[in-house]
Each structure stands twice: as C-alpha cells, then as structure tokens.
C-alpha cells in the first residue's frame, strides 16, 4: 500500500520498473481536486434536501451521469487482452486507476433465485455530475453548466457469466422509487447523496465518497436480489476524453432533434458518426424527446454499443497508440473498488461477441407522484423483480456457456392406444364435436364428448391417471402447450382432454399466456450489434 495515496502496489511480484511506473511525478485524481472539494465542501451543504444531498442547485442542463463514459472506460481496460503489452497496460491501469471503498460489508446478498444461477460477477458501473477539472470554456463547449451534484443520475448493472462469452447491462433509472436502507422511500439517484451525508463527522472526502458508493450498492442489491461484486464510477470530463480517443461512433437517429437550450443536442436524421463534445451532448438529450429519460437511456446503450464495437474492432485492438491513450484517459477518469482484478476480468470476456451482449432496463409499472408531489417511477414488487433477475442472469449465463444437455425424449405410445374423452371449457359451441373429429383423423379413439363442468376454462388441461404418463404424452405431442394434470377421477387406461379457450385446433399450440403483470423490460431489449435507428 502506497502511504501517499492509498493506492495498492501489484501482488503479483512483476512490479514496474521506476521510468515506466505512471505513479512517478504523477497526482492521483483524488489528489488533483479543488482544495475546496478535497475540504469537504459537500458537508456544508447539510443534509439532503427532497431525499438527496446536494450542491447549490444546478441547471436543467447539468444532468450529466453518463453510463457510456463508465462502460467505455472499464471495457477500454478488459478488452485489450492478456498478453505482454497487455500485461504491461494492466500494470499501468492498476499503479493509476482511484479506489475506493465501495463494497459493504453487509446489506449485499444475493436472493436464492440468484444464487441458484451460478457463479458469476456482477459489476455496478456509475455516472456521477462532476464537473471536477472542468474549465469555464469547456462547461460552454459541452453544455454542462459548471454546478455539481452528488445525485447519481446513471446507474448499470453489468452481469459477466463465469465463461465470459455473453454480458448483460441493466439501467436503473434515476427517478425509480425505491427503498433506501435506512432511510426509507425516495428516487433512487439519492440513495449516494443519503450515504455520502451519513458518513461520520469529521470524514475525509474519500471516505464519504465511499460511504456513499456502499449505500448505493445496498439499496440496488435489495432491489435486484444480486450481490454485487465490484463498483465503478466515472465523471463527466473523462467521458469526452474516452469517446474522442475511441473515434468516433456511429449512430442512426430516426428523427432530426434540436435540444439547443438543454443538452446542446443537434443532430440531423439518420446515420451519422460522432465523437467527443457531440457525443456527450448526444447521450445527455432527454428533452424534446418523446420517451423522456427512457430515450435517454437508450440513447446511452446505442452509444455504449458503438464503444464496444470500436474497442472490439481490429483498429483498436491493434494500435498499440489507442490502446495506451485509453488506459491513461481512463486511469485519469476513473474510479473503481479495492478488489476489482483487471487482468481476471479481462480474462473472462475474452470471448464475448456483439449478439451476446444486451441492453435492457428494470421494469416498471407506470409513473407517479410521491407524497412531496415529485415525478417518480414506480417499479415492480421487489420479489417479482428478484425473480426477473434471476431469470436474466440464468439466461446470460446459459447463453456464455455450454448448452446444456437435451432432456430425454418422453414415453409415448401409438395414438390408437389413447382413448380420449373431449370436454368443451372454452366457451366456444360446437368445440367438443370439432375437436372429437380431429382426434379421430388423427388416430385417436374417441371415448365421450360433452360440456365441461365450466365455461370459463381458460388453460387447455389433459387429465389421466398415475400411471399413464405415456398415454398423456402421445395426446401432448398433439395439443402442444397444453397443461398436464394427475387426476384421481380420470378412469386408468384412458385421458380426457379439457379445452380452454386457448385451444387452437389438434395439431396447433394452444395460445401462450400473456405476460403477468407486465413483467418486461421498461425499455426494448438490443444487443450491441442492433444498428435500427432510436429517437
């Protein structure tokens, strides 16, 4: 441990000789700040105010957290490979890069649904509103405004399965109303305000900064049921930085847009590339767009796609000049935990392609107000969102891993020795008759036709007796989709077929539910490799 700026020396034994070490005459970011942060300057603004400590108020426009500026920063690190060069940049990333002191000790567990998906690491990537190191000049050129904030406006979940060969992204948006531990109900955005206040009297910047990070990670592993493994932020001036070294990124926009008085944001229709100062300006737009801040969000997943693909791409890759200028941008820029291994998780996304990575965002059941009469998002139950958790991260890991084996084939039987017994739930006249002569055709006998006891079946059921698992299959393959019940009263050797009214025929699957509860994702899910056009 370097005594001056807290950061860990390598422990792998291959430390840096002196003229190559990029600690040598050089500030940490922390170091590098305004005296009057570095004193504590957010203290003096007191507690948090409508649920969020906070700086004097900002502009409109100075809502800059970012996720583009994080995963550029963290994917420029992990993507560039394991090798000698590869090695030496890791070196030099891991001698620069700010930690911090981000993952509790407590308040940070997974949901049994979650842990029954496997190993894996799920990395929380953060944008805070620092305007640190930016100069008056620039603060025009980017449309940000020089005011900060401590509100974290753009928070993703990253979720890398064990193999490394598929990655998840998951934004939050910042107005969703949640349960802050220890602090109650309030937009989520505040829940690193309300810890960054709470640190203890007399704490130094890093640490509130810290105590901060450790309350955002306990309020978002509450709400998704994932423990979460490791944390990164990043400010707004090494977003430019990054996504002028990157090159330029292409993105289609259906629609020309004009967010002069906001953002800065005008670009033309259709596909163009951008960079830099635009870039900024093009992932910050929420006004004048249709979708509000949920365009905004996807406007940051196209961009951080195009990142991606740029990284990933053999210019990068292979430019030995882009791949150092961007580990130094980013060791300028960014933050991350004590723990986070960059060669590991380098080493785990080796083999990621575009079409395996995907961009979603948390549902939501529809906007409203709280009792301060403040816009919010109201999300899914917590235990319906662990659920959809779990299933997504099930998926991602299914997807990065090896297939898994195909389940054996069910017993059946010929048709001919299967009676069936045809009983009309649907609603639907005539159904039982219709279907009775189907299964004929088909070559099923036939055994009774009738009403069912309702009319208000719903689900298609075929029933049969203990047993007679194979005589239940062989009508299955016929009425796909349909439920399977064990029935005491079905008479052994024989099943009956119950037609709900999502019946569509013999030989046709019945019609799939639709989805409880709305349970899908706020926003369409893309991959990095969608290149549609967005608002």
Same mark, same amino acid.
């Given at each position: 441990?370097?005594?001056?700026?807290?950061?860990?020396?390598?422990?792998?034994?291959?430390?840096?000789?002196?003229?190559?070490?990029?600690?040598?005459?050089?500030?940490?970011?922390?170091?590098?700040?305004?005296?009057?942060?570095?004193?504590?300057?957010?203290?003096?603004?007191?507690?948090?105010?409508?649920?969020?400590?906070?700086?004097?108020?900002?502009?409109?426009?100075?809502?800059?957290?970012?996720?583009?500026?994080?995963?550029?920063?963290?994917?420029?690190?992990?993507?560039?490979?394991?090798?000698?060069?590869?090695?030496?940049?890791?070196? %030099?990333?891991?001698?620069?890069?700010?930690?911090?002191?981000?993952?509790?000790?407590?308040?940070?567990?997974?949901?049994?649904?979650?842990?029954?998906?496997?190993?894996?690491?799920?990395?929380?990537?953060?944008?805070?509103?620092?305007?640190?190191?930016?100069?008056?000049?620039?603060?025009?050129?980017?449309?940000?405004?020089?005011?900060?904030?401590?509100?974290?406006?753009?928070?993703?979940?990253?979720?890398?399965?064990?193999?490394?060969?598929?990655?998840?992204?998951?934004?939050?948006?910042?107005?969703?109303?949640?349960?802050?531990?220890?602090?109650?109900?309030?937009?989520?955005?505040?829940?690193?305000?309300?810890?960054?206040?709470?640190?203890?009297?007399?704490?130094?910047?890093?640490?509130?900064?810290?105590?901060?990070?450790?309350?955002?990670?306990?309020?978002?592993?509450?709400?998704?049921?994932?423990?979460?493994?490791?944390?990164?932020?990043?400010?707004?001036?090494?977003?430019?930085?990054?996504?002028?070294?990157?090159?330029?990124?292409?993105?289609?926009?259906?629609?020309?847009?004009?967010?002069?008085?906001?953002?800065?944001?005008?670009?033309?229709?259709?596909?163009?590339?951008?960079?830099?100062?635009?870039?900024?300006?093009?992932?910050?737009?929420?006004?004048?767009?249709?979708?509000?801040?949920?365009?905004?969000?996807?406007?940051?997943?196209?961009?951080?796609?195009?990142?991606?693909?740029?990284?990933?791409?053999?210019?990068?890759?292979?430019?030995?000049?882009?791949?150092?200028?961007?580990?130094?941008?980013?060791?300028?820029?960014?933050?991350?935990?004590?723990?986070?291994?960059?060669?590991?998780?380098?080493?785990?996304?080796?083999?990621?392609?575009?079409?395996?990575?995907?961009?979603?965002?948390?549902?939501?059941?529809?906007?409203?107000?709280?009792?301060?009469?403040?816009?919010?998002?109201?999300?899914?139950?917590?235990?319906?969102?662990?659920?959809?958790?779990?299933?997504?991260?099930?998926?991602?890991?299914?997807?990065?891993?090896?297939?898994?084996?195909?389940?054996?084939?069910?017993?059946?039987?010929?048709?001919?020795?299967?009676?069936?017994?045809?009983?009309?739930?649907?609603?639907?006249?005539?159904?039982?008759?219709?279907?009775?002569?189907?299964?004929?055709?088909?070559?099923?006998?036939?055994?009774?036709?009738?009403?069912?006891?309702?009319?208000?079946?719903?689900?298609?059921?075929?029933?049969?007796?203990?047993?007679?698992?194979?005589?239940?299959?062989?009508?299955?393959?016929?009425?796909?989709?349909?439920?399977?019940?064990?029935?005491?009263?079905?008479?052994?050797?024989?099943?009956?077929? %119950?037609?709900?009214?999502?019946?569509?025929?013999?030989?046709?699957?019945?019609?799939?539910?639709?989805?409880?509860?709305?349970?899908?994702?706020?926003?369409?899910?893309?991959?990095?490799?969608?290149?549609?056009?967005?608002?």
């Amino acid at each position: 441990m370097d005594e001056r700026d807290g950061r860990q020396e390598p422990t792998d034994g291959r430390r840096l000789p002196p003229r190559l070490d990029p600690r040598a005459g050089r500030p940490s970011r922390r170091d590098a700040e305004p005296a009057a942060r570095a004193g504590g300057e957010r203290a003096a603004h007191g507690a948090p105010r409508h649920g969020g400590a906070q700086r004097p108020p900002r502009t409109a426009a100075a809502r800059a957290a970012l996720v583009a500026r994080v995963v550029a920063a963290v994917m420029s690190l992990v993507l560039l490979g394991t090798g000698g060069w590869g090695w030496y940049l890791a070196r %030099v990333a891991e001698a620069s890069l700010a930690r911090t002191d981000a993952i509790p000790a407590d308040g940070n567990t997974e949901s049994d649904e979650a842990a029954a998906a496997g190993e894996a690491t799920n990395l929380l990537l953060v944008g805070n509103d620092s305007r640190s190191g930016i100069s008056a000049e620039q603060a025009q050129q980017y449309s940000t405004g020089i005011d900060s904030g401590i509100n974290t406006d753009t928070m993703i979940l990253m979720h890398i399965p064990a193999s490394g060969a598929a990655a998840s992204f998951v934004s939050f948006p910042r107005d969703s109303y949640v349960d802050i531990p220890g602090h109650g109900m309030d937009k989520l955005n505040s829940a690193y305000a309300y810890g960054y206040a709470a640190a203890p009297e007399g704490a130094t910047e890093t640490a509130r900064e810290a105590a901060g990070a450790q309350l955002l990670i306990r309020t978002i592993s509450q709400l998704s049921g994932l423990q979460i493994d490791h944390y990164a932020e990043v400010d707004l001036l090494g977003f430019v930085n990054l996504s002028t070294i990157v090159g330029g990124v292409e993105v289609n926009l259906c629609k020309a847009v004009d967010d002069s008085e906001f953002s800065g944001a005008v670009f033309p229709a259709g596909v163009q590339t951008i960079t830099g100062a635009d870039a900024l300006k093009f992932v910050r737009q929420r006004h004048g767009l249709p979708g509000g801040d949920f365009d905004r969000i996807v406007r940051q997943q196209v961009y951080l796609s195009g990142v991606i693909r740029n990284i990933l791409s053999q210019n990068v890759l292979l430019s030995p000049s882009k791949q150092r200028a961007l580990v130094d941008a980013a060791a300028s820029s960014v933050v991350v935990d004590q723990d986070l291994d960059l060669l590991s998780l380098a080493a785990q996304l080796q083999s990621v392609s575009l079409g395996a990575i995907d961009f979603q965002t948390i549902p939501s059941v529809g906007d409203g107000r709280d009792d301060q009469g403040r816009y919010i998002l109201e999300l899914q139950d917590e235990q319906v969102l662990h659920t959809w958790f779990a299933n997504l991260t099930a998926s991602t890991d299914a997807e990065g891993g090896e297939a898994p084996a195909a389940p054996a084939a069910p017993a059946t039987v010929a048709p001919a020795d299967v009676p069936v017994g045809v009983y009309n739930g649907s609603g639907t006249s005539g159904l039982a008759a219709k279907t009775s002569a189907e299964l004929t055709a088909a070559g099923f006998p036939v055994t009774a036709t009738a009403s069912a006891v309702s009319q208000d079946y719903t689900t298609t059921e075929i029933r049969y007796a203990a047993g007679d698992e194979a005589l239940a299959n062989t009508l299955l393959a016929s009425v796909p989709g349909a439920v399977l019940s064990v029935d005491d009263g079905v008479e052994s050797g024989t099943v009956q077929l %119950v037609l709900g009214s999502d019946f569509n025929g013999i030989g046709q699957p019945v019609s799939a539910p639709a989805p409880a509860g709305g349970v899908t994702s706020t926003t369409d899910e893309r991959t990095a490799a969608d290149t549609t056009c967005i608002n």
